[in-house]
């Protein structure tokens, strides 16, 4: 099939310009027709395209549950290693459990002072599209009207 580019220029060939006749009835509709089959086409595979994103989604959802019960589980037993061996070393041909003295910061959020807190600013559109629409000028903000295509 041809590129609608072409078609359509297929299409404009059959019209007069000066009298915007229609100069080859026969040929125009059946341009016509190809060009809503190639259009037809776009559209089911652009479909076909979105069902199959969802499957690779809904797969890499069940991978992450997978990812996240092994995680669970190995700091699970690493917990009961812990308990279990009480600081001692253990040692095979195949594996050794050795350990190593680190520091860490225990924080209770509530309980901390404001100059230790980091804030990451973000941008509240709702705030903002609700002063926009109520007539306040907001610097470096604009509403914008998108025509969204829809395929069903």
Known sequence: ???????????????????GEITDPEAFEQISLERDKKIENIVLY???LRAEAEMYKAEKEAFAARQEQAERRAESLMKYLSAVLDGEPFETARCACLWRKSTAVEVDET??????????????????RDAITAGIKVKGAQIVERNNLRIK
């Open 46 to 48: 652009v479909k076909n």
């Open 111 to 128: 309980k901390l002072p404001k100059k230790y807190m980091v804030y990451t600013p973000k941008p509240d559109k709702r705030a903002i």
């Open 1 to 19: 099939m041809r590129d609608l580019y072409d078609i359509d220029s297929r299409i404009y060939a059959c019209i007069d310009e000066e009298t």
